[in-house]
Structure formats: structure tokens, C-alpha cells
């Protein structure tokens, strides 16, 4: 199994990027996506399900960002607009997890994905 971020940048506050995690290998019924900004533990930010007929976002990002995926290129995408500095983090892709932030991931980790929102 190989997942692969790709999109990550740098960006002014209230700015968007379009995450990317393509996988290789299997197939997930859900995927998700966290971050870990520099001194903090790794956060979970959005999931969802193989079919994209359900998704669960964190309360720091609902509404501004928006996680989908198309199934015959298997990947997924994290479309995140108004971005603020507090975003700030190396995004992980997580394939095989759990929908919510309280449950576990998998051990299915992409390599990140940088993003700086300067303010």
C-alpha cells in the first residue's frame, strides 16, 4: 500500500490549496486526513467514506474545508479555503481509518505535505 500528498504550498491567510492523496495497492472504505503543526500532537481533520456519502470534519475546519474523493483514480482530495496561519502543518493522508476524530487511524500513513498560511 502506497499513499502520496501531493499539493501543499505556501499560501496568504484567507487563501485556498487543493490537497491530494493518491492511493496504490488497495482499496479503503474510509480515508482521511490529519495534520501536526511544529510542537503539537497530530490532529485529525476530516474523513470519509468509500462511497463520499458520508464525511466528518473537525470543528476547527468545518466549513472551510471540504474532503471528497474519486474512486476510479483512488484518491482522495482536501479542498481548504479561508485559510488561517493556524492551519499551519504537514498534512497526512490516512487510509483505512476511522470516520471520527476520536477513533484510530490506521497504520496507513502518506509521507505529508507541507502548508504555511502566512498572515
Known amino acids: 500500500v502506497q499513499l502520496v500528498e501531493s499539493g501543499g504550498g505556501l499560501v496568504q491567510a484567507g487563501g485556498s490549496l487543493r490537497l491530494s492523496c493518491a492511493a496504490s495497492?488497495?482499496?479503503?472504505?474510509?480515508m482521511g486526513w490529519y495534520r501536526q503543526a511544529p510542537g503539537k500532537q497530530r490532529e485529525w481533520v476530516a474523513a470519509i467514506t468509500s462511497g463520499g456519502g458520508s464525511t466528518n470534519y473537525a470543528d476547527s475546519v468545518k466549513g472551510r474545508f471540504t474532503i471528497s474523493r474519486d474512486n476510479a483514480k483512488n484518491t482522495m482530495y482536501l479542498q481548504m479555503n479561508s485559510l488561517k496561519p493556524e492551519d499551519t502543518a504537514v498534512y497526512y493522508c490516512?487510509?483505512?481509518?476511522?470516520?471520527w476524530g476520536w477513533g484510530t487511524p490506521s497504520d496507513y500513513w502518506g509521507q505529508g505535505t507541507q502548508v504555511t498560511v502566512s498572515s
Open positions: 495497492g488497495s482499496t479503503f472504505s474510509t
Open positions: 490516512n487510509a483505512g481509518g476511522s470516520m
